[in-house]
Structures are given as C-alpha cells and as structure tokens.
C-alpha cells in the first residue's frame, strides 16, 4: 500500500522525554527498561515531573523543558494519556511514542515485553511516522477568541441529562443544520473509533483528512453523520444547557462562549509505529470488527 505520509524519519536522537499514566504508580520497572536501553545508545531519558513523582523516579522535569530538550516524546499509559501528551505538547511538535501500559491500547501500538526490542529496532530505523491531522477549536467569548487543540474529538454534550440540547451548526458561516438531542460530535478520522463510534458514525482511516460530524441520539429521523473536507470551516451555536469536551479531558460551559468554531490545525500528531503495525488488524483485535 502506497501511503505518502510515511516518509518521515527523526533526524537525530541523543534526548527523549517520557510521560507516564497519571493514576498508575506501578510502571517504575518499565521505566527502567525504556532508560536502560536509550542508555546502550549514549541517549538520555528525561521524566516529567509529575510522572516521576509518583513513579519513585527522582525529582524529574518540567514538562515544558522535557518537550524542548527531547528529540522525541514516550508516552507510558493508556490511549487516554497519549491523547494528553498529543494535545499538551502540539506546540512543541515533537513525534510521539506510544508504549502500551494502560487498558484498551487502540493507539499505543508497543507492548510492553518489546519495549527493548522495539527500541533497538528505532536506532536502525526501524519504524514510521504516521501524521495524525488535529482539530483546531476556537472558543469565541466577549470578542475574545481562546484557542484549543483535539486529537480525538469535541462533544458539544447537553448539560442536564434531563433536557435536550439545540445546537446550530454552520459551513462557512452559513446554517447548515439545527441539531435536537443529546449533542453532537466533531471526530477526526483517528478520533472515528472512539465516542464516534459508539454514536453510530463512520470508521475513517486514520490517515483521511476529513471532519465527521456525528449527531448522538438525535430526535429526528433524519439525522445522520457527516463527513465533510477538511478545508470548510464549521461552527456551532447553543444555549447555556449545553456543555463542550475536547478529547473527553477538558470541559467548558456554552453559557459564557457565544460561538465554537472548528477546522483542521495547521499541523498534525505525529505517531511514532512498529512496521508491523496494521490498521485492520488492530480494528479486530482491539474493537472485534469482522466478528460474526
Ligand atoms: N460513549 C463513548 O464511547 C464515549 C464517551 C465519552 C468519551 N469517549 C471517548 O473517550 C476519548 C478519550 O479517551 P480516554 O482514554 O482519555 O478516556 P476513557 O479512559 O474514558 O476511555 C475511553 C475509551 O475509548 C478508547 N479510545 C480513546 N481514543 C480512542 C481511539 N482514537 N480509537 C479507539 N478507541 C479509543 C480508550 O482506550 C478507552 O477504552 C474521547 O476522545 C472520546 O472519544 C467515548
Ligand atoms: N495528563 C492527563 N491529565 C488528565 N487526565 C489524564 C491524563 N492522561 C490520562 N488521563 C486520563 O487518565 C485515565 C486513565 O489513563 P489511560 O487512558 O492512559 O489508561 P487506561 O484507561 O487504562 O487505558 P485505555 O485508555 O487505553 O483504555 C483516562 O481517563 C485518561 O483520560
């Protein structure tokens, strides 16, 4: 399969920065592993501070000067803690890594038994890097305009379980639809296999550049999902009753923003995989597409 997006190489790799699981303060032994074998390479690892608080790792680092100082970023979690790393460190663009450690593993594609393995395996040039587009989401308040970044996703939820939510959305500033239900979601392609998919919208290769706009328990009998060019801009107005989520982690009120507004960021996630790495055999193992 010819997928142009797979040219990229890191350039050099003397210094690595290391993020771990939040609520997991066991992976110390894997932390070791990961340092040791950076270490046969003359690499430094350095640990977020946090990270290594709680894993009894030293003092650690500020997360700001470990995505400066490192050539590329190791995430030691969870799906859920990669998206973080994703998000927290798009300003710095630096690839990351994603080794494992944490339930369902859709998008951290290392093991942890081939951490050493799979390092070794880096150092000949071993891997690729997929580019992941992001959404870029404007917060519009009073004139001001706060700027956050999505890997997966942004739900605009109803607030009260007991009420529906009315959401406008736009094209290019023109009304394309009044959404009555439980909200909606704005999905990347990567972002499909996730809230999107529970809410019955398309699997997108995660390599698509589109926007899929995805309606969750519509009350109407024509709504459906969305996939729209990444070149549109969309927006979406409510009421106060209804509430916004990047990425499942952050949550903001619609009552003090007038306006969210959404489109692909200029620049994207870049994952750093195992060649092995095969989309449809990680869709069966992991959500059991195909199965009867
Ligand atoms: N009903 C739902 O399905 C539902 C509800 C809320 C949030 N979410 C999703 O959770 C995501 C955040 O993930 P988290 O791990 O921080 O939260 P989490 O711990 O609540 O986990 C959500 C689940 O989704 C999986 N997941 C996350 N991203 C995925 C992806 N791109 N493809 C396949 N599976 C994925 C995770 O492994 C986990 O099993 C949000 O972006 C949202 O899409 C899903
Ligand atoms: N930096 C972070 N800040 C706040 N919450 C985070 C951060 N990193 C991860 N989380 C949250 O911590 C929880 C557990 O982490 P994570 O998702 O990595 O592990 P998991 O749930 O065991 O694995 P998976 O998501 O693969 O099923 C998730 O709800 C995730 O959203």
Redesign the pocket.
């Known amino acids: 399969m010819k997928i142009t997006n797979h040219t990229k190489k890191l350039t050099t790799i003397t210094t690595v920065g290391l993020v771990s699981k939040p609520n997991d303060g066991t992976l110390c032994g894997y932390v070791h592993e990961i340092e040791t074998a950076l270490n046969k390479h003359g690499v430094t690892l350095l640990i977020e501070k946090k990270s290594a608080q709680l894993l009894g790792c030293g003092e650690g680092i500020s997360f700001e000067h470990m995505c400066k100082a490192s050539d590329f970023l190791i995430s030691l979690g ?3 803690t990669l ?2 790393l994703c998000r927290k460190s798009f300003k710095y663009h630096k690839p990351v890594l994603g080794i494992h450690a ?6 951290t594609d290392i093991q942890t038994d081939e951490i050493s393995d799979f390092i070794e395996e880096l150092f000949v040039g071993n891997y690729r890097i997929d580019t992941r587009m992001m959404l870029e989401v404007s917060l519009h308040v009073n004139g001001k305009v706060e700027k956050v970044v999505a890997f ?2 942004i739900v605009l939820s109803r607030s009260k379980i007991s009420h529906m939510s009315t959401i406008k959305a736009y094209v290019d500033g023109q009304l394309f639809n009044s959404y009555y239900g439980d909200g909606l979601i704005v999905s990347t392609p ?2 499909s ?6 809410a019955g919208g398309p699997v997108v290769y995660p390599l698509t550049e589109a926007l899929i706009i995805t309606p969750i328990c519509p009350h109407s009998l024509s709504q459906r999902p969305l996939v729209l060019p990444v070149d549109f801009e969309i927006a979406f107005e409510s009421d106060g009753d209804t509430v916004i989520v990047v ?3 952050d949550t903001y009120t619609m009552n003090e923003i007038e306006r969210v507004s959404v489109r692909i960021a200029k620049q994207g996630a870049e994952l750093i995989h195992s060649l092995d790495r095969d989309y449809f055999e990680i869709l069966k193992k992991k ?1 059991h597409w195909g199965h009867l």
């Open positions: 969870g799906d859920g998206i973080s944490g339930q369902l593993g859709f998008l997966n996703d990567t972002g296999t996730a809230y999107n998919l529970s990425d499942g982690q959500l």
